[in-house]
């Protein structure tokens, strides 16, 4: 996979200095990962729903707005007689303070279905940002009232 990585370039009180930007538009292929607290009930028999808010760690891939990302991310699923629902919104920031927030959601059967996530407002580089991405959880083991995870996410991106 390839992906465009520019060097930036400026003058600031006479010294020169250069540092990576992300391209304008482009692909990713990453994983980040997810833990924080989950509340589940149960109704019998095929009925579960929850909560979680959940602490994001996304180191990213170099050159794409994703790379070095930390972020808060909350939630809820239910488990319907099989059929698996769940919606949220994630806030993911960088080290200069710049912020995106999105919303994802994922429906279907919880071993095949891939999530949808976009951004709906940014700030700093990421202000009027698109993205089209797509998400799949990696299976981790469970930790009991806790949401852990990493998922596979991938897509294509522009920023001014």
Same mark, same amino acid.
């Given at each position: 996979? #390839? ?33 924080? +607290? #989950? ?10 729903? $929850? #909560? ?7 180191? $990213?891939? =170099?050159?794409?707005?994703?790379? *070095?990302?930390?972020? *808060? ?12 629902? =769940? ?5 993911? @920031?960088?080290?200069?303070? =710049? ?6 959601? *994922?429906? $279907? /059967?919880?071993?095949?279905? =891939? ?15 698109? /993205? ?8 981790? +083991? ?11 996410? @991938? ?6």
């Amino acid at each position: 996979m #390839s992906h465009k990585v520019l060097l930036g370039c400026g003058m600031a009180a006479g010294l020169a200095f250069c540092t990576q930007v992300c391209a304008a538009e482009g692909k990713y292929d990453m994983t980040s990962c997810y833990s924080g +607290p #989950s509340h589940v009930i149960q109704q019998g028999d095929g009925i579960t729903a $929850g #909560s979680y808010d959940a602490t994001a760690m996304m180191p $990213g891939q =170099e050159g794409t707005p994703f790379y *070095r990302m930390s972020g *808060r991310c909350v939630g809820q699923f239910t488990i319907i007689n099989g059929d698996y629902s =769940e919606t949220g919104s994630c806030q993911f @920031w960088n080290a200069a303070g =710049e912020k995106i927030f999105g919303v994802y959601a *994922r429906k $279907g /059967d919880p071993a095949k279905a =891939e999530g949808t996530w976009h951004p709906v407002h940014g700030t700093g580089k990421f202000e009027g940002m698109t /993205d089209e991405g797509k998400w799949m959880p990696i299976g981790l +083991p469970p930790v009991p009232n806790m949401a852990n995870g990493c998922n596979h996410e @991938w897509g294509t991106y522009t920023v001014k």
